[in-house]
């Protein structure tokens, strides 16, 4: 069982930064792509920024320039630098990460449970 924990949301006002990070644990696994997602009241789940275990981005435009994904592979943790903070940035956040079944060679998904950001104005 992969177990993804994720930390360092809350409430902070526009403008502010915030650090959340994304800690996988478990066994016989690898990791292929990690990432951040976003999930507004009433919307859908969105990307907001990926990285692969090579070290490539992608990040959606609203948050270009702005965010910054990075991961600690020994860790099998990803974190997400957000910063320039703005309300509409307000959502649930959470932690997926894509991985490979290192006994049977199958990809799945793994979530987090989310953490909450709020940005106020």
């Known amino acids: 069982q992969v177990q993804l924990v994720e930390s360092g949301g809350g409430l902070v006002q526009a403008g502010g930064s915030l650090r959340l990070s994304c800690a996988a644990s478990?066994?016989?696994?690898?990791?292929?792509?990690m990432g951040w997602y976003l999930q507004a009241p009433g919307k859908q789940r969105e990307l907001v920024a990926a990285?692969?275990?090579?070290?490539?981005?992608n990040y959606a435009d609203s948050v270009k320039g702005r965010f910054t994904i990075s991961r600690d592979n020994a860790k099998n943790t990803v974190y997400l630098q957000m910063n320039s903070l703005k309300p509409e940035d307000t959502a649930v956040y959470y932690c997926?990460?894509?991985?490979?079944?290192?006994?049977?060679?199958?990809?799945?998904?793994?979530w987090g449970l989310g953490t909450p950001v709020t940005v106020s104005s």
């Open positions: 997926n990460a894509n991985l490979r079944r290192l006994w049977t060679g199958v990809n799945e998904d793994a």
């Open positions: 478990g066994s016989g696994f690898a990791i292929n792509t």
């Open positions: 990285i692969t275990s090579g070290g490539s981005t």
